[in-house]
């Protein structure tokens, strides 16, 4: 029980939070186990930052620099940005948080997609605020339907471009028309955790909008192509009022000295970085062929994972899949909690793990009921 007769309560929100379930990371049988099910890059992140880590072990007695300034400089270096408008964090989870924690409140709504991050409505409802959210039209945020949920108490609307769990993506044209129609004083976050990946000429990660905009902010992550997620590290790009705010809210600490180190040397690793990019493209392209080639549907992806729609007939759900893959080794991402009941998340991994998947999927596909 989280709350007892006569004793403490959280506030308002708190209970009505459905704690977030990370990737499975254990198999049920297989010689090998292939985590599939959180993104993480299967190059691993580059060797120099390993080294940069590393070389901050002996520190551990010494606060980080609280303002994070050698990071942010690299970062405003690496993506020609002005290092006083962005804000790091431990993971952009919790730069998310902190923009939520700031602008919204008991009363405000915010607004995010119906196959959005789950960290949305966490951070929604942690700040006391309502979420609102919006039916997406082909697996993909609707730009109308965001429009038209719009009231004097929307205060943040969150799109993550591309989507997880989707991959799917709003091409440039789309966000600036959703950012047009928001009111001044609604906050449109742009989560661009997966913006290395993509190769689209129509997409932008946003930074010619939150540079000319005083209600868009984006944000960043060091946990996906960068292949630092054990570190924690993500960051936010938005005007300097809203730096500001997220500034005097944030644990002055919130970053280690090695994270930022490491973060600093993967940054610098543009090789490595290119190297992940074309394993993912070629990669992706080759699981959503195979996966379509059995009989399965791929949502067409741009970023490091495709959402793969199973059957809805005895022994060929989604379920029954997960189990038969997990019997091999093989582990991917559970889609219930994102309303997708028949589709699993597969991670695009390194050629073994892409084509052990195929390979079970086959049989599984094969197998008579
Ligand atoms: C993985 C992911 C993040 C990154 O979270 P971190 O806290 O930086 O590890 C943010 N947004 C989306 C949509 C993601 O999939």
Redesign the pocket.
């Known amino acids: 029980m989280s709350v007892q007769e006569g004793g403490p309560r959280p506030k308002a929100g708190v209970l009505e939070i459905a704690p977030y379930v990370p990737g499975k990371s254990k198999a049920t049988g297989g010689a090998k186990t292939y985590k599939l099910s959180s993104?993480e890059t299967p190059l691993g992140p580059s060797p120099k930052a390993i080294e940069a880590y590393r070389a901050h072990a002996d520190q551990l007695h010494m606060y980080p620099d609280g303002s994070a300034s050698a990071l942010r400089q690299a970062i405003a270096h690496h993506y020609s940005l002005n290092p006083d408008h962005i804000v790091c964090g431990c993971?952009?989870?919790?730069v998310?948080h902190l923009i939520a924690q700031a602008y919204l409140g008991v009363g405000d709504e915010a607004i995010y997609s119906r196959h959005g991050?789950l960290?949305y409505e966490i951070a929604i409802r942690a700040a006391g605020a309502t979420p609102v959210v919006a039916p997406e039209t082909d697996y993909t945020t609707d730009v109308d339907a965001i429009l038209g949920l719009v009231t004097p108490r929307t205060k943040m609307v969150f799109i993550?471009n591309p989507?997880?769990p989707t991959g799917t993506y709003l091409p440039f044209s789309e966000v600036k028309r959703l950012h047009a129609g928001l009111p001044k004083d609604c906050i449109l976050v742009l989560?661009a955790?997966?913006a290395e990946y993509v190769r689209r000429n129509d997409y932008s990660a946003g930074i010619e909008l939150v540079a000319e905009s005083n209600n868009v902010v984006m944000?960043r992550?060091?946990?996906?192509i960068y292949g630092l997620?054990a570190a924690?590290?993500?960051w936010i790009y938005c005007p300097p009022a809203i730096a500001d705010a997220l500034n005097r809210i944030r644990g002055p600490f919130n970053v280690t000295t090695a994270a930022m180190a490491a973060g600093i040397a993967a940054l610098q690793d543009t090789a490595h970085t290119e190297k992940a990019a074309v394993h993912n493209e070629q990669w992706r392209g080759w699981l959503t062929e195979q996966l379509t080639a059995i009989g399965l549907t791929v949502t067409p992806s741009v970023g490091n994972f495709v959402l793969v729609h199973f059957p809805d007939e005895d022994g060929k759900r989604a379920a029954d899949a997960d189990a038969f893959l997990l019997s091999r080794g093989v582990v991917l991402r559970r889609m219930e909690n994102y309303h997708l009941p028949q589709a699993l998340r597969l991670s695009v991994g390194d050629e073994e793990a892409n084509r052990v998947t195929v390979q079970a999927l086959s049989e599984f596909m094969a197998q008579k009921k």
């Open positions: 993104n993971g952009s989870d919790e998310l991050f960290v993550a989507n997880n989560d955790a997966y944000t992550t060091f946990s996906k997620a924690r590290l993500g």
